[in-house]
């Protein structure tokens, strides 16, 4: 059964540092683009990151720009959100999304206060 599981959420305070980790089951992460979102309490999701099936120019939105890295281990099927210097303003349930077929992980909760 293909799926997509995110972990690596928590509390912490602003200006600290989370790694979000989306594991894949039931196919091959690396033949996909996968995309990190996020939706915060009231607010519609919005997509954070992606990475290519190429690994070539990942995508940041403006926001996380500079302050998030996205990154991808093959052996181990699963893609990374690397995030520093957290603001309150970060705070939200992240997912992971393969585009093609429209898979969503779980989410993983962020919250980012002092």
């Known amino acids: 059964q293909l799926q997509l599981a995110e972990s690596g959420g928590g509390l912490v305070q602003p200006g600290e540092s989370l790694r979000l980790s989306c594991a894949a089951s039931?196919?091959?992460?690396?033949?996909?683009?996968i995309g990190w979102f996020r939706q915060a309490p009231g607010k519609e999701r919005e997509g954070v990151s992606c990475?290519?099936?190429?690994?070539?120019?990942?995508y940041y939105s403006d926001s996380v720009k500079g302050r998030f890295t996205i990154s991808r281990d093959n052996a181990k099927n699963t893609v990374y959100l690397q995030m520093n210097s957290l603001k309150p303003e970060d705070t939200a349930v992240y997912y992971c999304?393969?585009?093609?077929?429209?898979?969503w992980g779980q989410g993983t909760q962020v919250t980012v206060s002092s």
């Open positions: 999304y393969r585009r093609i077929g429209g898979y």
């Open positions: 039931g196919f091959t992460l690396d033949n996909f683009a």
């Open positions: 990475i290519s099936k190429s690994d070539d120019m990942p």
